[in-house]
């Protein structure tokens, strides 16, 4: 498996899959999905409660960190900084495995399922500047900033593409800034830049027993689309840009 991991300060393999009804608001349905998932995920064993979500975690561990999220219209689950891409599914299989199930999902209730490969890249200098530096420079959007007299504050590219005739499998490439973890909320400042690849299969889909293939599918598509194009032509530009490499 690739070793994602060493192009990046973090690296994440997240899932998401969206409804379209509502999910059960009953305690039974999510507790029991929770305590299974802690069979097969021994480390989960914190439930945590936000405005907007039910979340299942591990002890939290900023280098190795699993969690799963119960929303309105979704189930998401992440694991951070796995040993490696195998390990980083691990968690998403048994989601789709057991969460149907035990939530009364139904395939044409699956609006989409989503897979993405995140790549966390800190930076000293300027977050937008690098990213302006490292993907636009000599193209005609580095021209609508003069350097002399302006700093990008928000260089946000994104491009999303279908990977199939029809669209149902589709694909995208984002970079996002953050400000670090020092709170520096400067427009210019230090911080965290991000690289995203998401791989969606579109629904409904016919049967659930579907959806271990469409997993298997989306992982291929996401490894390739790393591989050969978000870590050279994304990842090693911002490294390089940021003095990494």
């Not at 914190?46 to 002890?59: G, Q, T």
């Not at 189930?75 to 939530?103: C, E, F, K, M, Q």
């Not at 937008?128 to 530096?133: F, N, P, S």
Request: charged share 25%.
């Amino acid at each position: 498996m690739p070793d994602f991991g060493s192009w990046c300060s973090d690296f994440f393999v997240n899932q998401r899959i969206s409804l379209t009804l509502d999910l059960p608001e009953a305690r039974e349905p999510t507790l029991d999905l929770f305590d299974r998932l802690r069979r097969d995920q021994p480390r989960l064993g914190i439930v945590r409660r936000r405005d907007e979500e039910v979340a299942l975690e591990s002890v939290h561990d900023v280098r190795d960190f699993l969690w799963v999220a119960l929303r309105r219209t979704s189930i998401r689950s992440g694991h951070l900084n796995p040993l490696s891409t195998d390990d980083g599914y691990r968690l998403h299989r048994a989601v789709l495995a057991t969460a149907p199930w035990y939530l009364s999902l139904s395939p044409i209730d699956i609006e989409s399922i989503d897979l993405t490969f995140g790549f966390d890249i800190e930076t000293e200098g300027s977050r937008d500047t690098t990213v302006c530096d490292a993907l636009l420079a000599a193209s005609p959007l580095s021209m609508l900033i003069d350097p002399l007299q302006e700093s990008a504050i928000d260089v946000q590219p994104f491009i999303g593409i279908a990977l199939t005739p029809g669209g149902e499998l589709q694909a995208s490439f984002e970079v996002k800034t953050r400000p670090g973890a020092r709170g520096d909320r400067e427009p210019t400042g230090p911080g965290t830049i991000s690289v995203y690849v998401t791989v969606r299969r579109q629904g409904p889909l016919d049967s659930l027993d579907e959806l271990p293939t469409i997993f298997a599918t989306l992982c291929g598509h996401a490894e390739r689309l790393c591989e050969q194009r978000a870590i050279p032509h994304l990842v090693v530009p911002i490294r390089q840009a940021t003095g990494m490499c």
